[in-house]
T-cell receptor
Framework: DQQVKQNSPSLSVQEGRISILNCDYT??????FLWYKKYPAEGPTFLIS?????DKNEDGRFTVFLNKSAKHLSLHIVPSQPGDSAVYFCAASAVSGGTSYGKLTFGQGTILTVHP | ETGVTQTPRHLVMGMTNKKSLKCEQHLGHNAMYWYKQSAKKPLELMFV???????ENNSVPSRFSPECPNSSHLFLHLHTLQPEDSALYLCASSQDFGEAKNIQYFGAGTRLSVL
């Protein structure tokens, strides 16, 4: 049973436009969410995170939105750049307790390609 | 450079071999993790060590044996592996497994092929 799902395996976007990557989760104990970016031959690198007490967190070109009632989060990249081309993973954890306490549960990843 | 170094980057081994993967972190963290990433699958947590003590073993077969001699080093000893164990093995570290915001920092991984 996959608790974190990224239903789009890939996304292709023109440079300068917005990229929207989506993630759904099923475990209501999850209360902290992260996005990681992975280039080929490198490990995942932390990008941005959001706590369940917020519905939006912004860092430069990257904004994460959280809709707790829908158990859905999204990552917006504006404007998209060719260097953003990578695999993006969302991850979730439960900071308040439960069996997912302290552990990160990852989605399958979405391959983002930004065309010049 | 994330501060987490994994060696070797690539490893090919037969099913009867014994090999070890090494991970070293230079971030002063207290928690270290082993993950497995198979093709088209999410990262799967294998083991967690917090302050050198194993706190999580995610039902991993005994042919995988972790070792954490200190908070900076983590090993994964491999023996009598199966071809389905071929995958990317990632090491990560974080400040403390129990911290409120568990941001983990990953190494580049070891690409393992079992023949």
């Amino acid at each position: 049973d996959q608790q974190v799902k990224q239903n789009s395996p890939s996304l292709s976007v023109q440079e300068g436009r917005i990229s929207i990557l989506n993630c759904d989760y099923t475990n209501s104990m999850f209360d902290y969410f992260l996005w990681y970016k992975k280039y080929p031959a490198e490990g995942p690198t932390f990008l941005i995170s959001i706590s369940s007490i917020k519905d939006k967190n912004e860092d430069g070109r990257f904004t994460v939105f959280l809709n707790k009632s829908a158990k859905h989060l999204s990552l917006h990249i504006v404007p998209s750049q060719p260097g953003d081309s990578a695999v993006y993973f969302c991850a979730a954890s439960a900071v308040s307790g439960g069996t997912s306490y302290g552990k990160l549960t990852f989605g399958q990843g979405t391959i983002l390609t930004v065309h010049p | 450079e994330t501060g987490v170094t994994q060696t070797p980057r690539h490893l090919v081994m037969g099913m009867t071999n014994k090999k070890s993967l090494k991970c070293e972190q230079h971030l002063g963290h207290n928690a270290m993790y082993w993950y497995k990433q198979s093709a088209k699958k999410p990262l799967e947590l294998m083991f967690v060590y917090n302050f050198k003590e194993q706190t999580e073993n995610n039902s991993v077969p005994s042919r995988f044996s972790p070792e954490c001699p200190n908070s900076s080093h983590l090993f994964l000893h491999l023996h009598t592996l199966q071809p389905e164990d071929s995958a990317l093995y990632l090491c990560a570290s974080s400040q403390d497994f129990g911290e409120a915001k568990n941001i983990q920092y990953f190494g580049a991984g070891t690409r393992l092929s079992v023949l």
